[in-house]
């Protein structure tokens, strides 16, 4: 799966909502097992509104939620802030003025960070889909280190990259 910038957004639109609907951590307080007593006869009969909890987020969204928090970490504070803002809906001009930039900038950064999370996500991709074997020492192409290898007509990828990517897929 190749990831464009509207997957990425949507993603993290959806773990901005997911995170608006985890339980709230604090100290639940001192509570009865039981029942409200009845005080009048309309309290008795549902005479008032109902209160209705929503659902807690499902597991997978969860662990969507984990992915995109991990993402974080490829992209520097600003660009962290105008995303996270922009996917709990926040309008541009709070954005611009926590950011003292603006809007043109802002709205600069926000693509910059959806760009640098799909370019490293398909680099992920496209890395998950290379075979264990097909890195060896034969043939070296030159880099700033001279550390790209592949062989067996492989795509040649930076040793790090390949390291990188074969190291989650044996962890996880």
Same mark, same amino acid.
């Given at each position: *799966?190749?990831?464009?910038?509207? *997957? ?15 339980? %709230?951590?604090?100290? @639940? ?34 662990? @969507? ?6 993402? *974080?970490?490829?992209?520097?504070? =600003? ?7 922009? %996917? ?16 043109? $900038?802002?709205?600069?950064?926000? !693509? %910059?960070?959806? !760009?640098?999370? $799909? !370019?490293?996500? /398909? ?5 998950? /889909? ?6 060896? $020492?034969?043939?070296?192409?030159? /880099?700033?280190?001279?550390? *790209?290898?592949?062989? /067996?007509?492989?795509?040649? @990828?930076?040793? %790090? =990259?390949?390291?990188? !990517? ?7």
């Amino acid at each position: *799966m190749m990831w464009t910038a509207t *997957m990425v957004e949507e993603r993290l639109r959806e773990a901005a909502a997911t995170l608006r609907h985890l339980p %709230a951590d604090r100290p @639940r307080g001192f509570r009865s097992a039981m029942p409200a007593p009845v005080r009048s006869a309309q309290e008795a009969y549902g005479w008032h509104e109902t209160r209705v909890r929503p659902a807690p987020p499902s597991p997978g969204a969860v662990d @969507r939620l984990d992915e995109v928090l991990g993402w *974080m970490g490829w992209l520097d504070e =600003d660009q962290i802030r105008v995303l996270w803002a922009r %996917a709990n809906g926040v309008p541009w001009r709070p954005i611009c003025r926590r950011l003292g930039c603006g809007r043109t $900038k802002a709205w600069q950064t926000w !693509v %910059a960070a959806l !760009v640098v999370l $799909k !370019v490293r996500l /398909n680099e992920i991709a496209i890395g998950a /889909n290379l075979p264990l074997n097909s890195v060896n $020492k034969t043939s070296t192409h030159g /880099n700033h280190d001279g550390a *790209m290898r592949a062989g /067996n007509g492989a795509t040649a @990828r930076p040793i %790090a =990259d390949v390291t990188r !990517v074969t190291s989650r897929r044996l962890s996880g």
